[in-house]
């Protein structure tokens, strides 16, 4: 991964929101290593294990709580904001404190099924799909719109996340194939595709909408824009897995009736296609997904 250091573009003192899994240490970590003060609100229930950093529990929904946060920050990182008002009421309690707002959103708040390739421009989805995932949806979409009351902000959209210590049922799914019986299954016929971003990336993507000026009151795709299909995914984690294993197809009816937990669209009615080019003309560049799949797999084989 080539990007401009961001030690060279500033040094700040940076508030994240959440922060506790996966993604969040990763950043925290990142942000640390280039010289930047942290410090981290969040309710406590997960150690976060990274020393250094000035921690404040607290539950973001919470006034009294928020209340506890003082001092002015250069930017905010907002990790866990999922319903609306969940931005206006941090704002309300920092004030022009917060300085930057850097809302981590996702690709998914764009209108499906439209067939276009869906830049920063393109139109949110309006539409509830029901459960969980419609809610989440819905809440991203909703604080979107929250957060350009803020006098200065970043939106980051990120594509499906994969590295170590990912908590999502994702490239665990292979791995633990992979390990325990020495084989994949693969949907086939599938012409299904998705967009994949390694963790690192992301937390990379965040300091610059943190320090950079031009990242200032604008939206970013971070997502490389190749495209995945389960064939491709495959040959990745045979390049990646320093453990041999066998490839068994089955058909998609087949996966339906026997619940397999394919972690990505099967089909490309399900799929979406998302233009990554703003962030990469802005001197960004993306991880070989190769390499990031190596380093995650072999920290899930060390970590066990």
Not at 190 to 203: E, H, I, L, M, P
């Amino acid at each position: 991964m080539a990007f401009i250091s961001v030690k060279e573009l500033c040094g700040m003192n940076i508030l994240v929101i959440g922060g506790s899994y996966f993604l969040g240490p990763v950043f925290i970590k990142r942000a640390l290593d280039e010289g930047h003060t942290v410090t981290v609100f969040n309710r406590g229930t997960r150690p976060l294990n990274v020393s250094g950093v000035n921690e404040i529990r607290g539950d973001r929904s919470r006034a009294e709580d928020l209340a506890k946060i003082t001092g002015k920050y250069d930017a905010t990182v907002d990790l866990c904001a999922y319903e609306k008002g969940d931005i206006e009421k941090v704002k309300d309690a920092l004030g022009n404190g917060c300085g930057r707002y850097v809302f981590i959103s996702t690709v998914d708040v764009y209108k499906r099924g439209t067939g276009a390739l869906l830049d920063e421009n393109a139109e949110l989805e309006t539409r509830d799909f029901g459960g969980e995932a419609g809610a989440y949806i819905l809440g991203k979409a909703a604080l979107e719109k929250e957060i350009t009351e803020c006098r200065d902000y970043c939106v980051l959209r990120p594509s499906v996340i994969y590295g170590p210590g990912n908590y999502a049922p994702r490239e665990n799914i292979y791995f633990k194939w992979i390990s325990a019986a020495g084989q994949i299954l693969e949907p086939s016929p599938s012409d299904g595709f998705f967009q994949s971003v390694f963790s690192k990336d992301v937390a990379m993507a965040m300091l610059r909408a943190c320090c950079d000026a031009s990242f200032s009151r604008k939206a970013f795709n971070v997502t490389p824009s190749q495209v995945i299909t389960y064939s491709d995914y495959t040959k990745i984690l045979k390049e990646a897995c320093d453990k041999e294993f066998e490839v068994i197809t089955i058909t998609p009816e087949e996966a339906f009736m026997q619940q397999v937990p394919f972690p990505f669209p099967i089909s490309s009615i399900e799929s979406e296609r998302y233009d990554g080019s703003a962030l990469e003309s802005a001197g960004f560049e993306f991880t070989d997904m190769v390499a990031g799949m190596k380093e995650t797999w072999n920290y899930y084989v060390h970590s066990r």
